[in-house]
């Protein structure tokens, strides 16, 4: 059966640190239902100054959810820093790493946080186990994201869809707390996602502009790529 873009349940997040990509959500990726992003994408876009950019991206996101990252080592102030960002909109979601730099739990942190209402965003999960401790600290009553990097997952030779159906019978327990597939590197990740049952999947600007590529004929992509190859053989001039 072919899929369109309309089949899917997944919720889409795109991915980056550009302003002008969210303000264009409604009318380029009017499908997108929230937006991330995290230090590293932010430092590649040339942010410099965190508090403004993240206060400029809140407004564009015009209500949907959106997540920021804590950039502390230290959970004192990582605590700090959550709860700065958490005053900065309703919509906003705090990023708290599944452990410090020197792989110490993040768990006491999130549950203290969780537990004063703050919506949450815990990254950088790879393994059902990391699952399995952020949903015992949650709160079972307040809003939180479990962002699971399948497409680093993948990267290691494993096949991630086995774990994310694994994560979400963990998170069974926590009905406010939605599994996100992270870190995609091609479309067929989010049919995948969707099939496993995530709840969202982020997605680079790139990446969404390829769901126009969903169910497509393959006889049709085939003389396309023919065309291209072609075309481009003229354009160089090549001869032999």
Not at 183 to 196: F, K, M, T
């Amino acid at each position: 059966m072919m899929r369109k873009t309309d089949d899917l349940k997944v919720k889409i997040f795109m991915d980056g640190a550009d302003i002008e990509s969210i303000k264009s959500r409604g009318a380029s990726f009017p499908f997108v239902k929230g937006f991330t992003t995290n230090p590293t994408l932010m430092r590649k876009a040339g942010v410099g100054d965190y508090q403004s950019f993240a206060k400029q991206a809140i407004s564009a996101a015009c209500g949907l959810p959106i997540s920021f990252e804590v950039f502390s080592d230290e959970f004192d102030d990582m605590g700090r820093q959550a709860r700065i960002i958490a005053s900065w909109g309703p919509n906003a979601y705090v990023k708290i790493p599944v452990t410090n730099s020197k792989g110490e739990s993040s768990r006491d942190l999130i549950k203290s946080l969780s537990k004063d209402g703050i919506s949450l965003n815990v990254t950088a999960i790879l393994t059902l186990g990391q699952v399995k401790h952020v949903a015992e600290a949650l709160d079972e009553d307040v809003p939180a994201i479990v962002s699971v990097f399948a497409g680093r997952i993948a990267d290691t030779g494993r096949d991630p869809v086995p774990v994310m159906k694994e994560c979400l019978s963990a998170l069974k327990a926590r009905p406010n707390a939605e599994l996100l597939w992270a870190s995609p590197r091609e479309l067929l990740n989010i049919v995948q996602a969707d099939e496993a049952g995530c709840h969202i999947i982020t997605a680079t600007p790139g990446l969404i502009s390829k769901l126009k590529l969903l169910g497509k004929d393959l006889e049709e992509f085939s003389l396309e790529t023919v065309r291209m190859f072609r075309d481009d053989a003229v354009a160089a001039g090549f001869l032999l």
